[in-house]
């Protein structure tokens, strides 16, 4: 089944505590995106990738890194956490970047951080 | 700068139509997306313009007019499963932008 899964589905943790989110895709897309969703502010990108060893920031990059080392996993890291990252996160991949296919989104990670 | 606007809230009766508006202003323009996101959910995909004028699909029909950086969703015959977040994402560039969402009420 094609799909973008997403690991842990829900943490909680401490600030200033390292912890990184899994997003894996078996379609072979080439572009990989992460987003948090907040009320009131809808889905904001944090980092993209068009391809393996290509990232970029998008709107709001402060506070994560990520990596692109094989085409299917785009993990999302925190180096240290702080309370307002609190937010619901989500892994997005398609084919080619920005385009006419759609993007298909993995089922979210809820984050709170204390 | 990149702004897509939504209405917040709307609410409907079952059974009726409603149209979702979104006006953008974006540096790239690729296309325009909707997604429909019940609560805590993943966004899934539910329509794609890219030149102007209406697509339908089913009971979901979107519309574009890219010289007034304005599209909008058509929900006809509503059922209760409707209710949801209604998001227009614009592609562009190298990114996607999303807007801030619409939640939609469907009353019986």
């Known amino acids: 089944e094609a799909q973008v899964t997403q690991n842990p589905r829900y943490l909680i943790t401490v600030t200033g505590k390292k912890l990184t989110v899994t997003c894996s895709q078996n379609?072979?897309?080439?572009?990989m995106s992460w987003y948090r969703q907040d009320p009131g502010l809808g889905l904001r990108q944090i980092y993209y990738?068009?391809?393996?060893?290509?990232?970029d920031k998008g709107d709001v990059p402060e506070g994560y890194k990520v990596s692109r080392k094989e085409k299917r996993n785009f993990p999302l890291i925190l180096e240290s956490p702080s309370p307002n990252q609190t937010s619901l996160y989500f892994c997005?991949?398609?084919?080619?970047?920005?385009?006419?296919?759609?993007?298909?989104f993995g089922p979210g990670t809820r984050l709170t951080v204390l | 700068g990149q702004n897509i606007d939504q209405p917040t809230e709307m609410t409907a009766t079952e059974g009726a139509i409603v149209q979702i508006n979104c006006t953008y202003q974006?540096?790239?323009?690729?296309?325009l997306f909707w997604y429909q996101q019940h609560a805590g959910e993943a966004p899934t995909f539910l329509s794609y313009?890219?030149?102007?004028g209406l697509e339908e699909k089913g009971r979901f029909s979107s519309f574009l007019s890219r010289s007034k950086g304005y599209s909008y969703l058509l929900l006809k015959e509503l059922q209760m499963k409707d209710s949801a977040s209604y998001l227009c994402?614009?592609?562009?560039?190298?990114?996607?932008?999303f807007g801030p969402g619409t939640r939609l009420s469907v009353l019986p």
């Open positions: 990738s068009m391809n393996v060893e290509v990232t």
């Open positions: 379609m072979n897309h080439e572009y």
């Open positions: 974006t540096s790239g323009f690729n296309g």
């Open positions: 997005a991949s398609t084919t080619s970047g920005p385009s006419a296919d759609t993007q298909y």
């Open positions: 994402a614009v592609s562009g560039g190298q990114n996607f932008v």
């Open positions: 313009n890219v030149l102007d």
